[in-house]
T-cell receptor, first 112, second 116 residues
Framework: AQSVTQPDIHITVSEGASLELRCNYS??????LFWYVQSPGQGLQLLLK??????LVQGIKGFEAEFKRSQSSFNLRKPSVHWSDAAEYFC??????????FGTGTRLQVFP | NAGVMQNPRHLVRRRGQEARLRCSPM?????VYWYRQLPEEGLKFMVY????????ESGMPKERFSAEFPKEGPSILRIQQVVRGDSAAYFC??????????????FGPGTRLTVL
């Protein structure tokens, strides 16, 4: 069965530091991969997505993610974190454009 | 272009009552998805609908839960005889019919259901 694993439940970084959030997936075919961000009490905002082509995708708010088929990973990165990036981040895999399978999320805390 | 609209944003029900959650997709979108987020967990797929059709309800509990997306009006997620375990945030997402963006789901702000 398809699944998404986000091994880090909680990450704390200092403002200005670099960030990498890990995501591993299990999917038989070429996956559709997404990263969403959720601020407290809010809905989910799409950061970026990968369908095909260039394995390094750029998103909003300075985020990028790299699809590595050999490692079944789609890690999210940002070179310099801002305090406003504090939120919950969800990785998801799309199953034949039908439903999304979400990871359990990584909560990012940013210290000044 | 307004985003996905959900109402109410917060809903409180007593055990045994009915809860009705509404979702209006983005303009031009005719695919609607419902997800449930339990406290401290990720989102879990419930149901996928197109206008007047349920396409995939594999994530819906077998009893008390139903969903519809009529020809006119919003999509409705209905929970009958609510129990405390139904307390969660319910998110609706929509996607367009035919465009390069077909595979992307856009989420609403959610309805937070509390069952007393």
């Amino acid at each position: 069965a398809q699944s998404v694993t986000q091994p880090d439940i909680h990450i704390t970084v200092s403002e200005g530091a670099s960030l990498e959030l890990r995501c591993n997936y299990s999917y038989g075919a070429t996956p559709y991969l997404f990263w969403y961000v959720q601020s407290p009490g809010q809905g989910l905002q799409l950061l970026l997505k990968y369908f095909s082509g260039d394995t390094l995708v750029q998103g909003i708010k300075g985020f990028e993610a790299e699809f590595k088929r050999s490692q079944s990973s789609f890690n999210l990165r940002k070179p310099s974190v801002h305090w406003s990036d504090a939120a919950e981040y969800f990785c998801a895999v799309g199953e034949d454009t039908d439903k999304l399978i979400f990871g359990t999320g990584t909560r990012l805390q940013v210290f000044p | 272009n307004a985003g996905v609209m959900q109402n109410p944003r917060h809903l409180v029900r007593r055990r045994g009552q009915e809860a009705r959650l509404r979702c209006s997709p983005m303009k031009g979108h005719s695919h609607v998805y419902w997800y449930r987020q339990l406290p401290e967990e990720g989102l879990k797929f419930m149901v996928y609908l197109q206008k007047e059709n349920i396409i995939d309800e594999s994530g819906m509990p077998k009893e008390r839960f139903s969903a519809e997306f009529p020809k006119e009006g919003p999509s409705i997620l209905r929970i009958q005889q609510v129990v405390r375990g139904d307390s969660a945030a319910y998110f609706c997402a929509s996607s367009p019919v035919a465009s390069s963006d077909t595979d992307t789901q856009y989420f609403g702000p959610g309805t937070r259901l509390t069952v007393l």
